[in-house]
C-alpha cells in the first residue's frame, strides 16, 4: 500500500505489553516507514518497562524510536494534549491486548495508550485495533463484538492462532496494517475481518 497524499499522516503507533508480538510489530514498523507515514510511538507502562523472554524494554523502546524517527509518549500528561491538539490523522494500537481491550470498551482511562485512545477519539478520527489477547472468545468477546460497532473503531484482520492449544485466542495479522489504515482513513472497514486459521 503506498500512500497517495502529498502530505504525510501522521499515526499514533501505541504499543501494549504482548510481547511475543513484538518483531512482527518492529517489522511492520519497518515497513511503515518506508511509507508516506509520520509515526509518533506511543508506549504502555509495560511495554516501556518489563524486560521479557523475547527482549529488553530499553532496547525495544530505542528500536522503535529509532525507526520511526520520533520520540515517544510514555506517560499519560503526554498523551493527554492528542485530543485537544488533534494531531494524529490515525490511532494504531498494536498489539491491543485482552486488558486494554476490556477497559478501552468500558471507558476506562488508567494508562498511556488509553489514555491516547480517548483523546484521539474525541476528534472522531479513525482508531485501529490490533488484537492480540488469549480470551477474544471468552471473557472478552463481548467487549470484542461492542467495539467493533463503535463508531471510528476499526480492526486489522485476525483470527484464531491456535485454536488447538489455546481455543479461545486470536491474534491480527499485523501485515495487514497498512491496509486497514488506508481503508479506516477512507471510513472503510476492511473485509473479511476474521481469516482464519491463522498463517
Not at 23 to 52: C, G, H, R, W, Y
Not at 58 to 63: A, P
Not at 83 to 99: R, W
Amino acid at each position: 500500500m503506498k500512500n497517495t497524499k502529498s502530505e504525510p499522516v501522521t499515526l499514533g503507533f501505541a504499543i501494549t505489553g504482548s510481547f511475543c508480538t513484538y518483531q512482527k510489530i518492529l517489522e511492520v514498523l519497518e515497513k511503515m516507514a518506508e511509507m508516506n507515514f509520520n509515526i509518533i510511538p506511543i508506549f504502555s507502562e509495560k511495554s516501556s518497562t518489563l524486560d521479557n523472554r523475547f527482549q529488553k524494554a530499553d532496547d525495544f523502546v530505542s528500536k522503535v524510536q529509532e525507526i520511526t524517527g520520533n520520540k515517544g509518549i510514555f506517560t499519560i500528561p503526554e498523551a493527554e494534549p492528542i485530543g485537544p491538539k488533534g494531531y494524529l490523522d490515525a490511532l494504531v494500537i498494536a498489539p491491543c491486548t485482552g486488558n486494554t481491550l476490556a477497559k478501552l470498551c468500558h471507558g476506562i482511562t488508567d494508562s498511556t495508550v488509553l489514555m491516547a485512545a480517548k483523546a484521539h477519539l474525541r476528534n472522531e478520527k479513525p482508531l485501529i485495533i490490533s488484537v492480540s489477547t488469549n480470551d477474544a472468545l471468552g471473557m472478552n468477546f463481548t467487549n470484542l463484538g461492542q467495539l467493533m460497532n463503535t463508531k471510528n473503531i476499526y480492526f486489522v484482520p485476525f483470527g484464531q492462532d491456535n485454536y488447538i492449544k489455546k481455543t479461545n485466542s486470536m491474534i491480527a495479522h499485523v501485515d495487514l496494517i497498512p491496509e486497514t489504515i488506508e481503508a479506516a482513513l477512507k471510513g472503510k472497514q476492511i473485509q473479511p475481518v476474521i481469516r482464519s486459521p491463522f498463517s
